[in-house]
């Protein structure tokens, strides 16, 4: 077998429902030597068993001995990954057939890019079309990348392809579970490393009532999330004694956070 390029690390808990299709999209890339890593974090219900229905020689299953969450997942199959190029998946997404052709591409042909992502569509638990995000579509050079950064993200996890070599320095961090891939970004942007972006969908992004997205932002206010994961990011920051205009343009965003936080808990108590 062609030894693989490209990492595709899926983490899977409890996703059996959309998980058969998104596998399918990876094992039918028009880029074929990749290595699919399928991570079962500690999952109850039908996934292990459609994992282990394939026979795809690509295809590496992992299992935690139990579910240890998101980052820990992550943070192992990065370490796991036999190659210097790793694209993140979910288990409920889909990709473009020629995704992972053509972030290899580009990350080959920009050697200074730490990370590239993509476009995304919108798709709910039955395919249907979803729309489409709009600050994923008005951000794609690495300027405005790291100039809206220090306000909010703008790139899908999910989408990305990221260097080894640099994010294994990094990995995610426990506490900023649920927004760990904006922290992430944060540090990275913050240390002069580049994030860029294709401006072409390559991933079809499922929200439905069981995505970690829409529990989110159910469940607590999301400017206070925006504001703890910015706190905790520059208090980091300062301790290392590192604070530069993005660390400022990132403080100015993070009291705004906190502002408007304050105001919509202030607007709910007033409905209710």
């Not at 229905?53 to 370490?79: C, F, H, P, Q």
């Not at 590239?116 to 798709?123: K, R």
């Not at 100015?252 to 709910?268: T, Y």
Request: proline share 3%.
């Amino acid at each position: 077998m062609q030894s693989p390029s490209v990492s595709v690390i899926i983490p899977v808990f409890n996703g059996a429902d959309f998980l058969q299709p998104a596998i399918d999209s990876v094992l039918q890339q028009t880029l074929t030597d990749f290595e699919l890593l399928i991570i079962n974090d500690g999952s109850t219900d039908e996934s292990e068993q459609l994992i282990l229905s394939y026979t795809d020689a690509r295809i590496r299953y992992i299992s935690n001995e139990s579910n240890k969450g998101l980052v820990y997942t992550l943070n192992k199959g990065i370490e796991l990954c036999a190659t210097g190029l790793i694209a993140r998946m979910d288990s409920d997404d889909i990709c473009l057939p020629e995704r992972l052709a053509k972030q290899k591409a580009f990350l080959q042909s920009h050697t200074q890019t730490a990370v590239v992502a993509g476009f995304i569509d919108f798709i709910d638990e039955h395919n249907k079309p979803g729309g489409s995000w709009n600050t994923d579509r008005e951000t794609i050079s690495a300027k405005e990348i790291k100039r809206k950064m220090a306000k909010e993200n703008c790139i899908a996890h999910p989408s990305v392809m990221m260097r080894k070599d640099i994010i294994q320095q990094y990995l995610y961090k426990e506490n900023q579970k649920n927004i760990e891939d904006y922290d992430l970004w944060l540090r990275l942007l913050s240390d002069g490393h580049t994030i860029e972006k294709i401006p072409e969908v390559l991933l079809q992004y499922r929200l439905h009532s069981q995505s970690v997205t829409k529990k989110i932002l159910q469940k607590r206010n999301p400017f206070f999330k925006q504001f703890d994961c910015k706190r905790r990011f520059l208090r980091a920051r300062i301790a290392e004694s590192r604070f530069g205009i993005f660390e400022w343009r990132t403080f100015v965003s993070m009291i705004g956070n906190l502002l408007m936080g304050l105001a919509k808990a202030i607007k709910q108590k007033i409905v209710s």
